[in-house]
């Protein structure tokens, strides 16, 4: 199995596992509904695209293009935690060992996961089509259904774009050094900037000049063509919101008629170039690939086990110098009944302590660089004297603890302690509120800077809004993990309420509290409500575990 005929079979037999997983439903549901949603009802209290005030009559060429736009924005974002463990799970499941024993080499290996990846990702992009081409049948406002300029936008702006998830979600997994958090955090600031000189550069005045031939969403071209548009239409474009899922307010949005852009051979070929820059970056990444070789998996022993290792040499010295062997000494005075024992202690003290050890465990095994990141967001979102900067930093503070709230409901599983917690007393009446408080504690410390800065200022709404926004994504963490039993559905759709929430202009999403309106509206007891839900939904899930286990 070498060759065309080895990638193919690789390529075909991970893209049916992947599809059969969870966590592709859910990436799946996410982009429908947000598809869906983008073309509302004439009559909706919002519209999904808004620019510079105005949208534009919804006909093939508009929703194309703005579905195409959401494919590139969230898809991209969505997509890397979906197809992001396809390299990962052989290591872990062994099979890579039983691949490597095969004539598969590096390169057909890396391009037949690239192409797993894609495939899994063009079947969402297919599934979007498909919606486009319905929503355009039930909301048109023209009469006529033009199945090129709708399918054009989405697939020549997404497949390129999907095509680099495919490759960069493929070369972390290969570099050490990027198999883990740090690779999440360096690809959502990737993600982010790319997404900003896409958008924000052909609309505004931007340090980063962005025009179809270098521009990797494949935005500008239809924004620009929107603009001119607009312009030669004679609509004042001078001010105006450009903004999605913006409130009408009961007004209903002057409209202007937009034909699409041309996608001609140059444009095709620009976007092609993308493409095939992603298949080269694959071929790149095969060289240092290790083959699942356990020999060119080099680690570098830490200064513990250099010192064990020197004291380990010095005992062996002695007992060559004098025969003896030295006897361990133990202490007598520790016993058993020495220990602390959680289940003696009673109430709210038990609480306390099991929450500062679930605290504990969740921040365990975090590098130095890490904790330093931390520090650093918690500082500079309580100082920063520009606002913008500060809820920037802020919502970036909430992101860095992704992976550890994504272990909560999930790690006895993942450690295989099941046996060890989920017998023991009070697993599910005081374990669960614990594991819960702790998760609530990682977001306040994180938010700890821009929290005092709000109490200094007396801005105590706001600060009750960030204890429940707390409170609500290690709910949230907490009934996603122990009910998919892994981390991944959380890792998927946080980051998406993280985007959502961004600016706290979508009040709904604004789970954090930064706009005062959001506060004002009640926006934090509804987050309050929804996260006594999901805890309770949590209950029956552990009691689920606690029968497997």
Not at 191 to 207: I, N, R
Not at 216 to 241: N, Y
């Amino acid at each position: 199995m070498t060759g065309f005929n080895g990638i193919y079979n690789l390529a075909l037999a991970d893209f049916l596992e992947r599809i059969r997983r969870f966590s592709f439903l859910v990436v799946l549901g996410v982009t429908i509904v947000a598809g869906y949603t983008l073309v509302p009802a004439a009559s909706a209290s919002y519209n999904g695209f808004v620019i510079y005030g105005y949208r534009a009559a919804y006909n093939s060429a508009w929703i194309g293009t703005i579905i195409g736009m959401s494919i590139t924005s969230m898809l991209s974002l969505l997509g890397f935690y979906l197809v992001k463990d396809s390299v990962s799970r052989d290591y872990e499941t062994r099979v890579g060992q039983i691949i490597a024993a095969t004539p598969v080499s590096k390169v057909e290996y890396m391009t037949g996961k690239w192409l797993s990846n894609l495939a899994v990702l063009s079947s969402i992009v297919l599934v979007l089509n498909l919606i486009a081409i319905i929503m355009n049948l039930v909301r048109g406002e023209t009469s006529s259904l033009n199945i090129w300029q709708i399918s054009a936008p989405i697939w020549l702006m997404s497949l390129p774009v999907m095509s680099w998830v495919s490759a960069i979600a493929v070369t972390f997994e290969t570099v050490p050094l990027l198999r883990g958090t740090l690779g999440y955090i360096a690809y959502i600031a990737l993600w982010g900037f790319l997404l900003m000189a896409a958008t924000v550069g052909p609309l505004f005045d931007s340090p980063i000049d962005v025009v179809p031939s270098n521009d990797f969403m494949g935005a500008s071209a239809s924004i620009s063509g929107m603009v001119d548009s607009m312009t030669e239409q004679g609509l004042d474009i001078s001010s105006g919101d450009t903004d999605i899922y913006q409130p009408t307010g009961g007004h209903t949005k002057e409209r202007f008629k937009w034909p699409g852009i041309s996608w001609n051979l140059a444009r095709i070929g620009e976007r092609f170039l993308w493409l095939a820059g992603s298949l080269l970056l694959v071929m790149v990444t095969a060289i240092p690939f290790d083959r699942f070789d356990p020999a060119r998996r080099r680690i570098r022993p830490g200064r513990r086990k250099k010192k064990k290792r020197g004291k380990q040499a010095n005992a062996q010295n002695r007992i060559q110098e004098t025969g003896i062997v030295e006897q361990p000494v133990l202490n007598s005075s520790i016993t058993y009944h020495d220990l602390p024992h959680i289940d003696q202690q009673r109430g709210s003290r038990k609480l306390f302590t099991l929450s500062l050890l679930e605290l504990r465990l969740m921040l365990r095994g975090k590098s130095w660089w890490w904790y330093l990141g931390a520090l650093g967001l918690i500082i500079s979102s309580g100082v920063v004297p520009k606002e913008p900067v500060r809820i920037l930093l802020l919502a970036i503070a909430w992101a860095w603890p992704t992976i550890v709230w994504s272990n909560m409901g999930c790690r006895e599983r993942h450690y295989g302690t099941e046996s060890l917690v989920f017998p023991s007393t009070g697993s599910i009446s005081t374990h669960l509120p614990a594991i819960w408080i702790a998760g609530m504690l990682v977001a306040m410390i994180i938010s700890s800077g821009f929290g005092l800065r709000l109490i200094i200022s007396g801005n105590i709404p706001q600060v009750w809004a960030l204890v429940t926004g707390g409170m609500f994504v290690s709910a949230m963490a907490l009934s996603l993990g122990i009910w998919t039993n892994g981390s991944r559905a959380f890792q998927i759709l946080y980051p998406v309420l993280c985007y959502l929430g961004l600016s706290g202009r979508i009040t709904l999403f604004d789970f954090k509290g930064v706009n005062p309106e959001a506060v004002a509206s009640g926006t934090p007891l509804f987050f309050l409500v929804l996260a006594g839900i999901l805890f309770v939904l949590a209950v029956p899930g552990r009691m689920k575990q606690m029968r497997r286990g």
